[in-house]
């Protein structure tokens, strides 16, 4: 096993979903047929990001075991150079306290406290907005820019990252939907623009009829949404259900490290989801550098095999590995970002 990864274990899980909670929530699935669905699919967590409320996280049936706290608010970026300026995200924080403290460090949400609290959806500057994304990270938590392609719509792909080290949901309802190859082709735009952003998945499946093909991987040296929170805030977790490790150095995915000649990536690929072992996939490890990506390494790779290589690292800015099944983007590693001496 690769050393920054020692002693960590895998964990499958959906880092976007909404359950009908009562308030304001909007979800179709309780939070007691979440809890089934979960057991029945086999999953580690599941993040339920009610919208406008906090009381999801409060409500006895929700299970703290396997949940990561949050919400999806909704803002109007008023200076954005876009057709559209609405967008949504969601923040990921280690404990559910930590979500009402950030609502009400920011009297735009008008949060009315408390369990039963609601707040609105803020309008924000993109200066202001990357002062919340600060705080978000502040608090060992996680920012992530949902469908960023089906409601914000903007010519420049800088409008959709503000800050560095967010999360872009990249694979979005499923690795075969139309979303997720628009969404896909805007990521890989930022990483051409030398911008570092993290490949997220989510399904955000609002009504019944959940599924398991917008998965999140996460090797993690605990369970409990602190424990999943320190490495995903981070960048170093899989889009998929396949995990996926890699390492310069001492630097794990979604890290960056300094360029020295002679610099190895290690890359193990396995542990897969269970219901999903067996599909035949194309492994592409792709490096980029001056604005452009290119594939260093392309090779068949069955889901239910563990694989392990090293790969000598070049003058590249970053280097990634992704999953094909078929046409679609099954499985996505994020980068490791190469500075340049």
């Known amino acids: 096993m690769l050393s920054t990864y020692s002693g960590k274990k895998i964990y499958h899980g959906e880092m976007h979903e909404h359950s009908a909670s009562g308030g304001t929530s909007d979800g179709k699935m309780t939070l007691a047929e979440w809890n089934a669905f979960r057991e029945e699919n086999g999953l580690d967590f599941i993040a339920i990001l009610d919208h406008r409320q906090v009381r999801h996280m409060y409500l006895p049936e929700y299970d703290a075991s396997h949940s990561i706290y949050g919400t999806e608010p909704g803002t109007y970026i008023t200076d954005a150079d876009a057709e559209e300026r609405s967008m949504h995200y969601n923040m990921l924080f280690p404990e559910r306290e930590d979500l009402e403290e950030l609502l009400s460090e920011f009297p735009e949400y008008e949060f009315t406290g408390g369990i039963e609290g609601?707040?609105?959806?803020?309008?924000?500057?993109?200066?202001?907005?990357?002062?919340?994304?600060?705080?978000?990270?502040?608090?060992?938590?996680?920012?992530?820019?949902?469908?960023?392609?089906?409601?914000?719509?903007?010519?420049?792909?800088?409008?959709?990252?503000?800050?560095?080290?967010?999360?872009?949901?990249?694979?979005?309802?499923?690795?075969?939907?139309?979303?997720?190859?628009?969404?896909?082709?805007?990521?890989?735009?930022?990483?051409?623009?030398?911008?570092?952003?993290?490949?997220?998945?989510?399904?955000?499946?609002?009504?019944?009829?959940?599924?398991?093909?917008?998965?999140?991987?996460?090797?993690?040296?605990?369970?409990?949404?602190?424990?999943?929170?320190k490495e995903l805030s981070r960048g170093n977790f899989a889009c998929g259900p396949v995990g996926i490790q890699m390492e310069i150095g001492s630097c794990p995915m979604g890290g960056s490290v300094r360029y020295e000649k002679g610099n190895i990536m290690h890359l193990r690929l396995g542990d897969t989801y269970q219901p999903e072992m067996g599909k035949s996939l194309m492994l592409n490890v792709i490096e980029g550098h001056d604005g452009i990506e290119e594939t260093i390494l392309s090779e068949p790779y069955e889901s239910s095999d563990i694989v392990e290589k090293e790969i000598k690292v070049g003058l590249s800015d970053h280097l990634r590995a992704e999953l094909l099944y078929g046409e679609c983007i099954y499985g996505i590693g994020n980068p490791i970002w190469n500075i340049r001496q």
Not at 209 to 217: E, V
């Open 118 to 229: 609601h707040f609105v959806y803020p309008k924000f500057t993109r200066e202001r907005f990357a002062e919340l994304i600060k705080a978000v990270r502040a608090r060992g938590g996680m920012f992530v820019h949902p469908h960023p392609k089906q409601l914000m719509r903007a010519d420049d792909c800088e409008q959709y990252a503000i800050c560095d080290k967010i999360g872009l949901e990249t694979i979005y309802i499923s690795y075969d939907s139309q979303e997720t190859k628009d969404n896909y082709a805007l990521w890989k735009e930022l990483l051409c623009r030398g911008r570092i952003v993290w490949a997220c998945a989510g399904t955000d499946s609002h009504g019944k009829g959940p599924d398991t093909k917008a998965l999140t991987s996460v090797y993690s040296d605990g369970s409990g949404s602190a424990a999943w929170l």
